[in-house]
């Protein structure tokens, strides 16, 4: 059951990402950044299967790079940067992440990122769940997009079991080890969250969902 107790929308009802929430599931939580977090990301973002994934084996970043980066982003108002915590744990694993906000179109950009120790206990699929249900629920948007490179089909499956609805391919959009990658085009509606909440194999079969969001 969803438990939400503030409102991140402001200045007569417009959305707002200055508000950084907490969000708890059964398995995960997640958080704002701090600057105390940078070694623990700065590991996660080296790890080779991370640059494989996300495309990203060309950028790096000093550590005083992703200090500022880390540190910044309680400050931002046009995106929300959220780490992801593995409860049982207490470890930082992970971001999630919503970014290019079109405030006319109610729209924003999603991804994410799992270290190795976040992965393969459904810890991802939770993160995401409580994510869209705050964008759509207490945000109010319209639309939450994402790109994933072709080769990476589990994570394709894991967008999909959430919500996400394959729209089409940008054919060779990515330059990866000198080779040129398709991106998969994924996008999940406000009105298809509202049918299935993050369950829509369940709701196709007349099962409710249930995105387990909790914000103090």
């Given at each position: 059951?969803?438990?939400?107790?503030?409102?991140?929308?402001?200045?007569?009802?417009?959305?707002?990402?200055?508000?950084?929430?907490?969000l708890?599931?059964?398995?995960?939580?997640?958080?704002?950044?701090?600057?105390?977090?940078?070694?623990?990301?700065?590991?996660?973002?080296?790890?080779?299967?991370?640059?494989?994934?996300?495309?990203?084996?060309?950028?790096?970043f000093?550590?005083?790079?992703?200090?500022s980066?880390?540190?910044?982003?309680?400050?931002?108002?046009?995106?929300?940067?959220?780490?992801?915590?593995?409860?049982?744990s207490?470890?930082?694993?992970?971001?999630l992440?919503?970014?290019?906000?079109?405030?006319?179109?109610?729209?924003?950009?999603?991804r994410?990122?799992?270290?190795?120790?976040?992965r393969?206990?459904?810890?991802?699929?939770?993160?995401?769940?409580?994510?869209?249900?705050?964008?759509?629920?207490?945000?109010?948007?319209?639309?939450?997009?994402?790109?994933?490179?072709?080769?990476?089909?589990?994570?394709?499956?894991?967008?999909?079991?959430?919500?996400?609805?394959?729209?089409g391919?940008?054919?060779?959009?990515?330059?990866?080890?000198?080779?040129?990658?398709?991106?998969?085009?994924?996008?999940?509606?406000?009105?298809?969250?509202?049918?299935?909440?993050?369950?829509?194999?369940?709701a196709?079969?007349?099962?409710?969902?249930?995105?387990?969001?909790?914000?103090?």
């Open positions: 059951m969803t438990d939400i107790h503030d409102d991140p929308r402001t200045d007569g009802g417009r959305v707002t990402f200055a508000h950084k929430p907490i708890t599931g059964d398995k995960v939580l997640l958080r704002p950044f701090t600057e105390a977090d940078t070694t623990t990301m700065a590991a996660i973002l080296d790890d080779p299967e991370v640059v494989r994934l996300t495309g990203s084996g060309e950028r790096s000093s550590y005083e790079q992703l200090r980066w880390y540190d910044s982003r309680s400050e931002q108002a046009d995106r929300l940067d959220l780490g992801l915590v593995d409860r049982a207490g470890r930082l694993v992970g971001e992440v919503l970014y290019e906000w079109d405030e006319l179109n109610r729209s924003c950009v999603f994410v990122l799992i270290g190795p120790g976040g393969d206990r459904g810890l991802g699929t939770e993160a995401i769940r409580l994510l869209l249900a705050y964008a759509f629920e207490r945000l109010g948007l319209h639309r939450v997009s994402l790109g994933v490179l072709a080769f990476n089909p589990r994570a394709q499956r894991v967008y999909e079991r959430v919500g996400f609805v394959r729209e391919v940008e054919r060779e959009a990515v330059l990866h080890e000198g080779e040129w990658i398709d991106s998969v085009s994924m996008a999940v509606l406000a009105r298809e969250w509202a049918e299935h909440r993050g369950y829509p194999d369940a196709s079969a007349g099962r409710s969902g249930n995105a387990g969001v909790h914000t103090p």
